[in-house]
């Protein structure tokens, strides 16, 4: 397996995660090896009248508005967006 056949610097990706809430965590590709992906964390956005139910919704991300400084993951561990906006959930 070769990250560099999959993956560009620019490219978008997504991890979901919670329990009993689903929180969804962006990252954008700074950089690529053949296993390995720079990504730094970016800001995520709502979508109020996703038409999902209280305190539910559509996230998507913000190209560039980086949260977070770069690290080195493993090209598997995150998958790549898909261009549609993901189900979110909270609490509060």
């Known amino acids: 397996y070769d990250a560099r056949s999959e993956f560009k610097a620019g490219d978008i ?4 995660w919670g329990y009993e ?6 990252y954008q590709v700074l950089s690529v090896t053949a296993k390995f992906l720079t990504v730094r964390r970016i800001s995520g956005r709502i979508i109020q ?3 999902t139910g209280a305190m539910a919704g559509r996230c998507e991300p913000v190209p ?3 949260t977070g400084e770069a690290e ?3 090209a598997r561990k995150y998958s790549k967006w898909d261009g549609r906006p993901a189900y979110c959930s909270w609490y509060g």
């Open 13 to 16: 990706l997504q991890h979901s």
């Open 64 to 66: 560039d508005a980086f």
């Open 21 to 26: 809430q689903t929180n969804v965590d962006f």
């Open 72 to 74: 080195k993951i493993a």
């Open 49 to 51: 009248d996703a038409g």
